[in-house]
């Protein structure tokens, strides 16, 4: 059987399995949210590690690929739109690993944050 983070794009439920995971240091990955901070602080995943603006992208991109081109990578946004694109770009570049929550966080039933 194929893990979620073999996969370019998991659902809410398989991320929030996977966080449990990591919490029972079962899995290991970064969650990115990609989504502008004033979305960000309207609500959020509990477990997102990083909170990198799309909007910034061109600032943070370059140094985020160096950093954490050979990790497991999940990226969510509102939606799964704009953590698709992010997702599709750091590809190319060579991050192998990374995955878009596709649903985004409008589909997300876990806990979240304020």
Known sequence: MQSPLDKSA???????ALLKQRAEGEADFLLVDVREDREYKMGHI?????????????Q????????????????????????????HIFKQHG???????????VSFRGEIEK
């Open 46 to 58: 509990k477990g997102v590690d990083l909170l990198l603006p799309t909007s910034l992208f061109d």
């Open 10 to 16: 998991i659902c809410s439920e398989a991320l929030e």
């Open 95 to 105: 991050l192998e690993r990374g995955i878009n929550h596709a649903g985004g966080i």
């Open 60 to 87: 943070w991109a370059q140094q985020f690929l160096d950093e954490h081109k050979d990790k497991t990578v999940i990226f969510t946004c509102r939606t799964g739109n704009r953590s698709a694109q992010v997702q």
